[in-house]
C-alpha cells in the first residue's frame, strides 16, 4: 500500500493539472475565440451596450404590456446566482395553495383552463420560455395595456414561437425575453 | 402521452446504444494497450507519467495490488480535494470571494466525486469557487470515472485469462482511460456545447440591468467543460444548483439529447468491450440488452406517470395534463422521462427536472432504478462490473435448478466467487435500509427534511439510495448540508464504492487463476433470450425483494394519495 502512494499522489497531481487547469483552460480559449457570444453567457444588450439579460435566462416581468415568465423558486425569484426549483411534492399543501392562488389570478385573463407552466415554478427558477398556449392567453392583456388591437400582439407573439428541435426533440416554446424585446421593437410608440 | 413523445423516448435510447458498437471496439483496443490514432501526440505523456510515478509495467498486477492501486489512487484523490475546497480562499481564481468550506462539507464533497457520485450538499453558485470547480470537481470528474473503468477492463482480464495472476495495471489504465477515452471525448463535446449555447467563462458573474429596471446577477463558470465530463463519466455533479436543468447547463432539446446520450454510452460500450476482450461478443450483446431494456421500461414509467392528471393542478381547475412543477417548458414530460430514466440508471444524477417535485410514481422509477445497484448501464465501469455480479448470481440461479456446477464465459461459478457476489451486492440494503432507518427517527436528521407524510420517507430513502448507489441526484427538498447528513451521506458513499468493487476485484482474482473451458453441450448459453430473461428476473427479485416494503412506505403510498386527491377534485 505504501508503495502505493507515490504513483497515487504523482498521478493525482500531473491529472488535476491536465484536467483540471490545461483542459477548462483550452476549452476557455476555444470558446473566446470560436463562440465568443454562447462563452459569455448569451448576453443580450441594450442600444447603448448594456447587458439586459441573458437570452437563456428568465427574468422578471409583471407590467401588464410584456409577456410574463412563469413563477421562480431561486432566490427571492429570477436569481441568476442562485438557481433552484422549490422541490415541493406533487402532495405538499403548500403547492397546493400556491397553484390555487395563482390560478385564481390568472383565470379572468383569457379563455379556457390556465396553462399548467403559467402557474408551476420551473427547475432551475430561470426557465426562459413559456408554452405557446400560455403565451397566447396573455395577448388580450397585453394588446389592451399598449393599446393595440389583440391581432397585432398576436401576430409578434406567434412569430416568437419556436417549435421542436428537428420537429421531433423537446417541446414548442416562447422565449419571453426575446418576445419581449420583439414587442418592444414592433411597437415602439407603446415604450415609455 | 403522444406519438411524439413516444418517439423522442425510444429514438434518443436508441441513438445512445447504437453509438455504443463503434465505442466499445474502440474502448476495447485502449484496455488492451492497441493502437489508436491518437497515439502520436498521446503516447509521450503516457510514457511521462509512467517515468513521473516510477512504474515498473512489464509484470501487470495480482487482484490485491490492482485492488490495493485503486484504493492508494481514491486516497489521493480524497486528500487532494479535500484540502483545495476546505482552504478554496487561500487559492487563486476566487473572483467570487468564496470561503473555504465547513469541514463537514468539504469530507462530504471530496468523497462524493471521489467515489464518482456527485452528491452535491451545497448551492454551488453560492459555495464553490472557479478554482475549486475546474481542478478541484472537474479533474474527478475525470478521475472516478477512470478508475471505475479500469476496474471493469481488470475484470474483463479476468474471464479472458487462462490461469494467470495478471490483471493488468491499474495506472495504465486509469492513464490510458483518461487520456485515450474520456479526454478527446470531453474537447469535443465542450466545444460542441458552447456552440450550442452553453458559457465557459471564467468569470463569477455578469450584472445584468433588466428591461423592467431591476439588476440581475448571472453567475457564470467554465461551464461546458464541466458538463461534458459530467455526464460522459456519469457523476452528475451540476456546476449550477438546478444542474442540467439550468438554461446554461442544458440550453436546448439538442444539449439535452447529446447529455443524455453520453450519460448512457459509455455504460453499454463497457459491456461491448467486456464482451470483445472476453471473445464472448454474443454475451456482451445481452447484457447491453437486458440495461436498455431497463431504461425504456423506466423512460415509458416515467412519462405515463408525469402525463397523469397533477393533484394541485387538478383542485386549481388549471391544465393538469402534464406535472409542470420542477420541470422546463423546453423539455416538458418526454425529455424528462428519459431523462430520468438514464440518469438514475446511469449513476449520472444529473437531473433536468426537480425529481423531489415528479408524480409519486415516477420519483419511486427513479429510486427503484438506482436501488437496482446501478447497473442499467450503471455508472462507466461500474455499471459493467455490478452486471457480471448480478449474471453470477444469475448463472448460480440457473445451476441450482438443474443441479449443475454454473459457469459464465468459460470459467466455472464456485462457492467462493458466489460468496463475494453476494457481498457485493448486500452492501445496497445494508447502507440504504439501515441508514434509511436510522434517519427516519432521529430529529437531527428528520429536521432536514422538506416535505410531510410519505413524501418526506421519499427524502430519507432517495438521499441514501442515491449516495449509495454513487449516483448523486436528490429529491433536494432535503436540507442535506448538515454534520448529520454529510457524514453519514459520505459513509454510504464510501460503501456503496469500496464494498462493492473490492469484492468485484477479488471475484476477478479468482476468475483469472481458474482455466478457460470451452462451451459443451451442457454448457447453459448466456447469450440467448433465456437468459436475458433470467438476468432481468435476478435483477428484479434482488431490486424488489429488498426495497420494495419500504417503497411501499414512500411512493407506492403517495400514489395512492394522489389518485384520491385528483378523484377528489372533480
Known amino acids: ?192 | 402521452m403522444n406519438g411524439q413523445g413516444w418517439a423522442e423516448i425510444v429514438l434518443t435510447l436508441a441513438v445512445s446504444v447504437v453509438l455504443a458498437w463503434p465505442l466499445g471496439i474502440y474502448m476495447a483496443r485502449v484496455w488492451q494497450g492497441g493502437r489508436t490514432w491518437l497515439d502520436p501526440v498521446l503516447r509521450p505523456v503516457e510514457r511521462l507519467i509512467y517515468g513521473a510515478c516510477g512504474l515498473r509495467l512489464e509484470k501487470g498486477q495480482s487482484w490485491l495490488a490492482y485492488a490495493m492501486s485503486f484504493l492508494a489512487f481514491s486516497i489521493a484523490g480524497f486528500v487532494v480535494l479535500y484540502l483545495i475546497l476546505r482552504f478554496q480562499n487561500l487559492l487563486p481564481l476566487n473572483p467570487q470571494g468564496f470561503a473555504g468550506l465547513t469541514p463537514d462539507l468539504s469530507f462530504n464533497t471530496a468523497i462524493s466525486f471521489v467515489t464518482n457520485t456527485n452528491w452535491q450538499s451545497y448551492v454551488p453558485e453560492t459555495t464553490v469557487s472557479t478554482f475549486s470547480q475546474m481542478a478541484g470537481l472537474t479533474s474527478h470528474n475525470f478521475l472516478s470515472a477512470a478508475a471505475g473503468i479500469a476496474v471493469a477492463a481488470s475484470l474483463a482480464r479476468a474471464f479472458a485469462a487462462n490461469r494467470s495472476e495478471n490483471l493488468g495495471d491499474f495506472w495504465v489504465d486509469l492513464t490510458r482511460i483518461s487520456l485515450y477515452i474520456l479526454l478527446p471525448f470531453s474537447l469535443v463535446i465542450a466545444v460542441a456545447y458552447m456552440a450550442l449555447g452553453e458559457p465557459q467563462s471564467l468569470l463569477a458573474s455578469v450584472t445584468a440591468h433588466t428591461v423592467e429596471g431591476a439588476k440581475q446577477t448571472i453567475a457564470l463558470f467554465p461551464t461546458a467543460s464541466q458538463e461534458a465530463i459530467k455526464q460522459l463519466g456519469t457523476n452528475g455533479g451540476g456546476v449550477f444548483n438546478a444542474n442540467s436543468a439550468h438554461p446554461f447547463e442544458n440550453p436546448n432539446a439538442a444539449t439535452n439529447l447529446i447529455e443524455i446520450v453520453s450519460m448512457n454510452v459509455l455504460g453499454y460500450a463497457c459491456a461491448v468491450a467486456f464482451g470483445r476482450v472476453v471473445m464472448a461478443k454474443r454475451d456482451g450483446r445481452a447484457l447491453v440488452m437486458v440495461m436498455a431494456l431497463f431504461v425504456l421500461a423506466a423512460a415509458g414509467a416515467v412519462y405515463a406517470a408525469e402525463t397523469r392528471p397533477a393533484p394541485a393542478l387538478a383542485a386549481a381547475h388549471a391544465d393538469a395534463g402534464v406535472n409542470m412543477e420542477g420541470k422546463e417548458v423546453r423539455f416538458g414530460a418526454p425529455s424528462t422521462a428519459i431523462w430520468t430514466a438514464a440518469t438514475t440508471g446511469a449513476s449520472d444524477g444529473g437531473v433536468n427536472a426537480m425529481h423531489d417535485s415528479l408524480m409519486p410514481l415516477a420519483g419511486g422509477v427513479a429510486m427503484f432504478m438506482i436501488q437496482l445497484g446501478e447497473i442499467v448501464p450503471g455508472g462507466v465501469g461500474s455499471g459493467l462490473y455490478g452486471m457480471v455480479v448480478l449474471a453470477l448470481i444469475a448463472v448460480f440461479v440457473a445451476g441450482l435448478m438443474v443441479g449443475r456446477t454454473p459457469e459464465y464465459l468459460g470459467k466455472k461459478v464456485e462457492a467462493r466467487e458466489i460468496k463475494y457476489a453476494m457481498l457485493a451486492v448486500l452492501i445496497l440494503p445494508l447502507a440504504i435500509l439501515g441508514f434509511s432507518g436510522v434517519a427516519a427517527v432521529l430529529p437531527v436528521a428528520l429536521k432536514g427534511l422538506a416535505n410531510p407524510g410519505p413524501h418526506g420517507l421519499s427524502e430519507i430513502l432517495y438521499a441514501y439510495s442515491s449516495a449509495t448507489g454513487n449516483n448523486g441526484s436528490a429529491f433536494a427538498g432535503l436540507s442535506a448540508n448538515t454534520p448529520w447528513w454529510n457524514s453519514t451521506l459520505g459513509i454510504a458513499m464510501l460503501l456503496g464504492r469500496f464494498a462493492y468493487a473490492i469484492p468485484v476485484l477479488a471475484i476477478a482474482g479468482s476468475m483469472a487463476v481458474k482455466p478457460k473451458l470451452g462451451a459443451t453441450a451442457g454448457t447453459f448459453p448466456t447469450d440467448g433470450p433465456l437468459f436475458i430473461g433470467l438476468l432481468i428476473g435476478v435483477i428484479l427479485i434482488m431490486g424488489g425483494l429488498q426495497f420494495f416494503p419500504a417503497l411501499a412506505l414512500g411512493p407506492i403510498v403517495e400514489h395512492f394519495q394522489a389518485l384520491h386527491a385528483v378523484a377528489a377534485s372533480h
Open chain 1, 1 to 192: 500500500m505504501l508503495a502505493q502512494l507515490r504513483p497515487a499522489f504523482v498521478a493525482t497531481l500531473f491529472f488535476t493539472l491536465l484536467l483540471g487547469v490545461a483542459y477548462p483552460l483550452a476549452v476557455t480559449g476555444i470558446g473566446a475565440l470560436a463562440f465568443p457570444f454562447q462563452a459569455g453567457g448569451s448576453l443580450i444588450r441594450d442600444a447603448k451596450g448594456q447587458v439586459i439579460g441573458s437570452a437563456l435566462l428568465a427574468q422578471g416581468f409583471s407590467q401588464p404590456r410584456y409577456l410574463h415568465p412563469r413563477p421562480s423558486a431561486a432566490g427571492s425569484g429570477y436569481d441568476a446566482a442562485n438557481s433552484s426549483g422549490s422541490n415541493l411534492g406533487p402532495l405538499n399543501p403548500d403547492l397546493a395553495k400556491r397553484v390555487a392562488k395563482d390560478t385564481d389570478a390568472l383565470r379572468g385573463e383569457g379563455p379556457g383552463p390556465v396553462p399548467a407552466d403559467a402557474v408551476t415554478t420551473s427547475a432551475s427558477g430561470l426557465d426562459p420560455d413559456i408554452s405557446p398556449a400560455n403565451a397566447l392567453r396573455q395577448v388580450n392583456r397585453i394588446a389592451a395595456a399598449r393599446r393595440l388591437p389583440a391581432s397585432a400582439v398576436e401576430h409578434v407573439v406567434s412569430a416568437s414561437v419556436e417549435g421542436p428541435w428537428l420537429g421531433l426533440f423537446g417541446q414548442p416554446r416562447v422565449n419571453v425575453l426575446k418576445a419581449n424585446i420583439a414587442l418592444d421593437a414592433a411597437f415602439p410608440a407603446a415604450h415609455p
